[in-house]
């Protein structure tokens, strides 16, 4: 049995095992854990080898439960920027780092390159030596500034380049601390950046999105991991997509049509 197979079977056993688990601490004193229990992953090289050779307008995102990867058309700017939303410790930063990962195993710098913004540079370590990295910047720093400025000069100028960038986005929230022209620009890329081959992806926890609210709406496509709060995930256009049910770190939803695609991410360890 392959690695795919092995980890389909144990996600359909945890699905169909977990309301007996829920019944049972919820007729008991016992608090309901938290996380889940995580499963072993097939790594990341691993599962690209067994897909073999994609297309160069490929961005891996994940293998839905069909075992066919989840991928994004970097030439197809209909999609749009794409947020991923999510509970604090539930794989967002995972994600983003598995796209960062394969799209240096998969693509020349030439093809593609990718810069992270985050708050916290450290998580991002080992990365920098992927030829496709152009910079993991701090967004408290001046460096984020100067990269969304770099990225929209860019972006304004390429008519005709086939070469993509992903604006890596670690927290939507944090772009309230970024001054009024990077802000702008970056206004400017979510609207227009897919189809001049800057594409933004960004990390939101939906508990304290109160400064990000405003920009919710230049999201079409949205990816989620878990999300307790109901409320929270209505207010995400995500209420039908039984988040509570992913698999914590490892598991994530989105929109397909009227249908929810589910798809997992193999490891990065």
Excluded: C
């Excluded at 072993?40 to 075992?67: C, I, K, R």
């Excluded at 984020?144 to 070469?163: P, T, V, Y």
């Amino acid at each position: 049995m392959d690695e795919f197979n092995r980890y389909e079977l144990m996600l359909e056993a945890l699905t169909e095992l977990k309301p007996e688990i829920e019944a049972a601490y919820q007729s008991s004193s016992l608090q309901k854990p938290q996380p889940q229990p995580t499963q072993t992953l097939p790594p990341l090289h691993e599962v690209l080898n067994e897909f073999g050779p994609m297309p160069p307008e490929a961005l891996f995102l994940g293998v839905a439960s069909d075992g066919l990867p989840v991928l994004l058309n970097l030439y197809d700017p209909v999609p749009g920027p794409i947020l991923i939303a999510g509970d604090a410790g539930t794989g967002k930063t995972a994600l983003l780092q598995t796209i960062a990962l394969a799209a240096g195993m998969m693509h020349q710098p030439e093809q593609l390159q990718f810069g992270a913004l985050t708050s916290h540079p450290e998580e991002w370590s080992g990365l920098e030596d992927i030829p496709n990295n152009v910079g993991v910047f701090p967004l408290y720093h001046q460096s984020s500034e100067d990269f969304i400025l770099s990225l929209a000069s860019w972006a304004h100028g390429n008519k005709s380049s086939r070469q993509s960038i992903l604006l890596l986005i670690d927290d939507l929230e944090a772009i309230a601390k970024l001054n009024f022209d990077a802000q702008q620009n970056l206004r400017w890329l979510l609207l227009r950046g897919p189809a001049r081959r800057v594409w933004p992806i960004i990390t939101l926890n939906p508990n304290r999105m109160g400064n990000a609210i405003p920009w919710l709406e230049a999201f079409h496509t949205r990816v989620f991991a878990p999300i307790q709060n109901i409320h929270l995930a209505r207010q995400m256009d995500a209420e039908n997509a039984e988040l509570d049910s992913l698999n914590i770190g490892t598991q994530f939803a989105m929109r397909e049509g009227n249908q929810w695609l589910r798809f997992w991410i193999p490891s990065i360890a």
